[in-house]
């Protein structure tokens, strides 16, 4: 009888291994770039999430286009994502009129786990 316990719970495992092998892959972290507006004035945040104490490299590139021309930042470093489980990499003030356009964009390496996310106004 404990045999036969022993051979299902092996088939068990043997299946749920190769469904994990078959399932998508999803990154341990992962990022978010955060807009939120008063006004003319758009603050935009460069957020990793991730688990606690995990850590890598960032780079986030925030352009802006309009009638007064064009401008953009460039940031980077490394990161430890905090006990929350998220941490701001970077944030951003931008005085955004009706004619322009932004567009962030950051991209991150964890251990060798390459990342991006990006938003733009519309």
Do not use: H
Not at 78 to 105: F, K, M, P, W
């Amino acid at each position: 009888m404990k045999k036969s316990w022993v051979a299902v719970s092996i088939a068990l495992a043997a299946a749920g291994a190769f469904a994990a092998s078959n399932a998508p892959f999803r990154p341990l972290q992962r990022c978010e770039i955060r807009a939120s507006y008063v006004g003319q004035i758009v603050r935009i945040d460069g957020v990793m999430i991730g688990p606690p104490g995990s850590k890598g490299q960032y780079r986030f590139i925030l352009a802006k286009s309009g009638p007064s021309g064009d401008s953009q930042i460039g940031q980077g470093g490394e990161y430890v994502i905090g006990r929350s489980g998220e941490t701001v990499v970077s944030t951003n003030e931008l005085n955004i009129d009706s004619q322009d356009r932004y567009r962030a964009v950051m991209q991150i390496d964890s251990a060798g786990n390459n990342t991006s996310c990006s938003q733009a106004n519309p």
